[in-house]
C-alpha cells in the first residue's frame, strides 16, 4: 500500500511538478555549464524530480553528520545528475507509467519491445522509453564521462541497483533519497 502510495504521489508531482526560480538557481549554484546543459535536456518533471532528490539527499546527509564539504557536494551533484540519462521525448511521463506497469506485470515482453526501440512506429516507442527506463544510469554515466565527471559518473551508473554494503556514502545516500521521491 505505501509502496502504491508514493507511485502515485510520484505520477501527479511529474504532471504538475516544475521547476521554480529557486530550483533553477539551485541547479546553477551546483552545477557547470555543460552539466546544466545536460540537466536541463531532460523533461520538465525529471527535472523536478531530481531537484527533489538533492533536496531530499541534502536533509539525509544532514542525519549522517559526517560528509566534509567536498563529499557534500558532490552528493548534491549526482542527485540533480543521476536523471540525465533520460532525455526529453526519450522517456517522458506516460513512457516512464507504462516501463513501470510493464516491468511489474509484464517482464517477459520488455526484451522484444526494447529490440524494436529504433524503429518509428508506436512499438518503437514504447522499445526506446523501456530501454531508456533501464539504462537511463548508464546512458548518464557515459554523458557524464564524455565532459569529465569520472566521480559522478561512477556514482549515477549505479543509482538503480539495489542497496549494497560496498555502496558509498554519497551512493547509499542518493539511493535513499531517489527512493523516497
Request: hydrophobic share 40%; charged share 25%; with cysteine.
Given at each position: 500500500?505505501?509502496?502504491?502510495?508514493?507511485?502515485?504521489?510520484?505520477?501527479?508531482?511529474?504532471?504538475?511538478?516544475?521547476?521554480?526560480?529557486?530550483?533553477?538557481?539551485?541547479?546553477?549554484?551546483?552545477?557547470?555549464?555543460?552539466?546544466?546543459?545536460?540537466?536541463?535536456?531532460?523533461?520538465?518533471?525529471?527535472?523536478?524530480?531530481?531537484?527533489?532528490?538533492?533536496?531530499?539527499?541534502?536533509?539525509?546527509?544532514?542525519?549522517?553528520?559526517?560528509?566534509?564539504?567536498?563529499?557534500?557536494?558532490?552528493?548534491?551533484?549526482?542527485?540533480?545528475?543521476?536523471?540525465?540519462?533520460?532525455?526529453?521525448?526519450?522517456?517522458?511521463?506516460?513512457?516512464?507509467?507504462?516501463?513501470?506497469?510493464?516491468?511489474?506485470?509484464?517482464?517477459?515482453?520488455?526484451?522484444?519491445?526494447?529490440r524494436?526501440?529504433?524503429?518509428?512506429?508506436?512499438?518503437?516507442?514504447?522499445?526506446?522509453?523501456?530501454?531508456?527506463?533501464?539504462?537511463?544510469?548508464?546512458?548518464?554515466a557515459?554523458?557524464?564521462?564524455?565532459?569529465?565527471?569520472?566521480?559522478?559518473?561512477?556514482?549515477?551508473?549505479?543509482?538503480?541497483?539495489?542497496?549494497?554494503?560496498?555502496?558509498?556514502?554519497?551512493?547509499s545516500?542518493?539511493?535513499?533519497?531517489?527512493?523516497?521521491?
Amino acid at each position: 500500500v505505501f509502496r502504491m502510495k508514493q507511485r502515485i504521489h510520484q505520477f501527479v508531482r511529474a504532471l504538475f511538478g516544475r521547476l521554480d526560480a529557486e530550483g533553477h538557481i539551485f541547479v546553477q549554484f551546483y552545477l557547470s555549464p555543460a552539466e546544466q546543459r545536460l540537466f536541463y535536456d531532460m523533461h520538465e518533471s525529471d527535472q523536478y524530480h531530481a531537484f527533489r532528490v538533492a533536496l531530499t539527499a541534502k536533509e539525509l546527509s544532514t542525519k549522517h553528520g559526517c560528509l566534509d564539504s567536498d563529499t557534500y557536494i558532490l552528493l548534491i551533484r549526482c542527485a540533480l545528475l543521476h536523471d540525465i540519462g533520460r532525455v526529453k521525448g526519450t522517456a517522458d511521463v506516460w513512457g516512464k507509467v507504462l516501463a513501470v506497469l510493464m516491468y511489474r506485470f509484464c517482464p517477459s515482453v520488455i526484451s522484444s519491445f526494447i529490440r524494436m526501440k529504433d524503429r518509428h512506429d508506436i512499438g518503437g516507442r514504447i522499445g526506446m522509453a523501456l530501454y531508456v527506463y533501464a539504462s537511463h544510469p548508464s546512458i548518464g554515466a557515459d554523458k557524464l564521462r564524455a565532459i569529465g565527471d569520472a566521480k559522478e559518473a561512477e556514482i549515477i551508473q549505479y543509482h538503480q541497483k539495489k542497496p549494497a554494503p560496498e555502496d558509498s556514502l554519497v551512493l547509499s545516500i542518493l539511493k535513499q533519497a531517489d527512493a523516497q521521491n
